[in-house]
C-alpha cells in the first residue's frame, strides 16, 4: 500500500471533523503533563468537543480549499485541534480557561462562525457567555417590564392605609 494510501484515511477524518462546526481551535499543548492533557481532553469531552493531535500536514491537506483553509497559518510545530459542533464559544470557552490554570497551554487561533480568528479574538469569543446564558438574559429582560406592570397595576388596585383608615360615608 503506498503511503498516499495510508494517510487518506487521517485526512478523510479531518476534513469530516472540520466538516459542519461551528468552531474551531487550534493550541500548542507542549509542556503539559499527562494528568495535566487527561483532565483536558475529559473537560472537553464533557462540553461535547472534540479534541485530537493532528500532524499538521494532514490538517493542511484536509483544509485546503475549505472555508477554514485560514487555519494553515497556525500550523507551526505542534498542534492539536479542537472542534465545537453545537456552540461556537464552547471550545474557545474551555479552552481559556484551562489556558488560565495551566499556562503551558497556549491557544493559537481558529475559526469561529468561518471566520478567522487569531488568539486574543479567541479569548474574546470564550468570554461571550453560552447560548442557554444568553437566551436566559433575554428571556429575563422581555420578562421584567411585564413583571413591572403587573406589580404597578397590583399596587393601584389595592387599597393604601390611608384609604382604609377613612370612614366610608354612606
Same mark, same amino acid.
Given at each position: 500500500m503506498a503511503k498516499v494510501e495510508l494517510k487518506k484515511p487521517i485526512v478523510d477524518e479531518i476534513a469530516s471533523v472540520l466538516e459542519g462546526s461551528q468552531t474551531a481551535v487550534l493550541?500548542?499543548? #507542549? /509542556?503539559?503533563?499527562?494528568?495535566?492533557?487527561?483532565?483536558?481532553?475529559?473537560?472537553? #469531552? /464533557?462540553?461535547?468537543?472534540?479534541?485530537?493531535?493532528?500532524?499538521?500536514t494532514f490538517v493542511k491537506r484536509a483544509i485546503a480549499g475549505t472555508a477554514n483553509e485560514a487555519l494553515s497559518q497556525l500550523l507551526e510545530g505542534p498542534s492539536a485541534l479542537a472542534v465545537s459542533k453545537e456552540d461556537a464559544t464552547a471550545a474557545a470557552r474551555e479552552l481559556f480557561a484551562f489556558a488560565k490554570k495551566h499556562a503551558k497551554l497556549e491557544i493559537k487561533g481558529g475559526?469561529?462562525?468561518?471566520?478567522?480568528?487569531?488568539?486574543?479574538?479567541?479569548k474574546d469569543v470564550a468570554n461571550i457567555p453560552s447560548r442557554e446564558v444568553l437566551l436566559g438574559r433575554l428571556f429575563g429582560s422581555m420578562q421584567s417590564p411585564i413583571a413591572n406592570f403587573a406589580r404597578v397595576i397590583k399596587?393601584?388596585?389595592?387599597?393604601?392605609?390611608a384609604e382604609e383608615a377613612a370612614p366610608a360615608e354612606a
Open positions: 493550541v500548542d499543548h #507542549r /509542556g503539559l503533563t499527562v494528568e495535566e492533557d487527561t483532565e483536558l481532553r475529559r473537560i472537553l #469531552r /464533557g462540553a461535547g468537543i472534540q479534541y485530537k493531535v493532528y500532524k499538521n475559526m469561529v462562525d468561518g471566520s478567522f480568528c487569531d488568539a486574543d479574538a479567541i399596587q393601584i388596585a389595592e387599597p393604601t392605609a
